[in-house]
């Protein structure tokens, strides 16, 4: 599986942004895409997920300014960011997982700077 993140960039406090992941390869395979995010110092961290079923998870950060999506036709996961706060800054990064026997399998993408500065 192949993931190609895009999307990020430098916006004021306030603003909103859409990162986009397209997945590649044996995407047959995968259970579930999502995002995460590695501010500098910090552990990377969830911010959302979307299962195959469509069902989805955030990170109580998240809740009520982001959105996760997806595009089965074009294997593309979509995170809409609204209300972007200076703590939002991180590098994201584009997750897609398959479930095996005693865990997962996690694919990652490269990362994606999203700024939030005035």
């Known amino acids: 599986v192949q993931l190609q993140a895009s999307g990020g960039g430098l916006v004021q406090p306030g603003g909103s942004l859409r990162l986009s992941c397209a997945a590649s390869?044996?995407?047959?395979?995968?259970?579930?895409m999502g995002w995460y995010r590695q501010a500098p110092g910090k552990q990377r961290e969830l911010v959302a997920v979307i299962t195959s079923g469509g069902r989805t998870n955030y990170a109580d950060s998240a809740k009520g300014r982001f959105a996760i999506s997806r595009d089965n036709v074009k294997n593309t996961v979509y995170l809409q960011m609204n209300s972007l706060k200076p703590d939002d800054t991180a590098v994201y990064y584009c997750?897609?997982?398959?479930?095996?026997?005693?865990?997962?399998?996690?694919?990652w993408g490269q990362g994606t700077q999203v700024t939030v500065s005035s």
């Open positions: 997750n897609a997982y398959r479930v095996v026997l005693g865990g997962r399998n996690n694919y």
């Open positions: 390869g044996s995407i047959f395979s995968i259970d579930g």
